[in-house]
């Protein structure tokens, strides 16, 4: 069974935040809380039976059809994108795509599971063509779920499982949930899916020492 090990530059993190809390706030200037999505570059090594994945950038994608409870990118604006980047930054690669899910509250959050994958989700994750045949060893799908909180408090970050985190920033929580597609031996698509994942979502390596690890002698 391969492992994967997903690992995401500041960056990164900070443009996934700031496009999910965005769109929840002040919407498309017609509606608020609404999905937005875009793109995913980075790199990916694969060391035995585990795959590194790093994402480095991302880019909100303005032109998608936006909803409360959908989104929808055009493919003209993706495949334009990919090849601004390919000229910007020729070392990095699409590796897949973001999404948000917007809530009212945390107890809609955690009554219906807000944070995992919904069944659309992966559908249209093993649908898109393109993104497979540019990944060739599986893409990878994240979803940035926000909802406002009624009281804010001190709070630190929390991995719920191998694949999710959770964390606040100002009256705002937030989930982020990974999955990685992959072949079968039958060469079907197929996900690492919400949980019992063999992802391990790596937000708090550079801080987390394991008991006994020594660098050199």
């Known amino acids: 069974m391969v492992d994967y090990r997903v690992r995401m530059s500041d ?33 990916r090594r694969i060391s035995g039976d585990e795959h590194i994945i790093f994402l480095e950038r991302l880019a909100v994608s303005l032109s998608a059809d936006r909803q409360t409870d959908s989104v929808t990118p055009k493919a003209e604006a993706t495949d334009l994108m990919a090849e601004v980047m390919e000229r910007l930054a020729p070392e990095l690669t699409l590796l897949g795509d973001f999404h948000s899910h917007p809530y009212k509250d945390r107890a809609t959050v955690e009554r219906i599971k807000g944070f995992e994958f919904s069944p659309g989700d992966f559908s249209a994750f093993l649908h898109d063509d393109d993104l497979w045949d540019r990944n060739p060893a599986g893409p990878v799908m994240l979803v940035v779920t926000i909802c406002r909180l009624n009281r804010v408090h001190d709070t630190d970050g929390k991995q719920l ?40 979502l790596d937000l708090n390596s550079r801080f987390f020492n394991i008991s006994g690890d020594r660098v050199g002698t």
């Open 11 to 43: 960056r990164f993190l900070e443009a996934a935040i700031m496009g999910a809390i965005e769109a929840y706030c002040h919407g498309d200037g017609f509606q608020t809380e609404i999905e937005t999505i875009g793109p995913i570059w980075g790199h």
């Open 161 to 200: 499982r191998f694949n999710v985190w959770q964390f606040d920033l100002g009256e705002f929580r937030f989930w982020i949930n990974v999955c990685v597609g992959y072949l079968d031996k039958q060469g079907q698509r197929q996900h690492t899916g919400n949980k019992r994942s063999n992802v391990w």
